[in-house]
Every structure is written in C-alpha cells, then in structure tokens.
C-alpha cells in the first residue's frame, strides 16, 4: 500500500482487481458506490484492465469496507 501525507493527514492509496465489469454501467455503479463511503478522495475505473484505484483517509475508512461495497454492488474483488 502507498502511503501519501496530505495536510496531515494519512491517505492510502489501493489498486483492486474487479471482476464482472463489462460496461460503462458497471464503471459508473463501482465508481458511486465507492464515492459515497467516508474517507474515500478519489476513484479510477480502468474497465479495460478491470482494475480501481482509490485513495481514502485511513482515519475514517479501511479497505476491506471499500471491497464489501463493491461486492455487495455484484462485482469479485481482488486486492494487489
């Protein structure tokens, strides 16, 4: 994992593997689902690569609440 400082605070930086994206639909389902948890700054769909970046505060989020809400939205995770 990255570790990036931003006006003191500690971000986290995570590429997931997502399988079962096929379509923008799929990008645009992951990318709100992430967006709306706490903590989380920033979301990149790569739908060619089946992979998500993401940056999040790790005061106020953890990776494995990221990967449950992409789960529950239908998609496989993977973390690398």
Do not use: R
């Amino acid at each position: 994992m990255d570790h990036i400082s931003l006006q003191g605070k500690i971000m986290m930086k995570k590429i997931l593997k997502v399988e079962g994206m096929t379509c923008q639909h799929c990008v645009d389902t992951v990318t709100e689902k992430v967006t709306m948890i706490t903590g989380v700054t920033n979301v990149m769909v790569n739908l060619e690569e089946k992979k998500v970046s993401i940056e999040f505060e790790e005061s106020k989020t953890q990776l494995e609440k990221i990967s449950h809400q992409i789960i529950e939205a239908g998609f496989e995770v993977e973390v690398s």
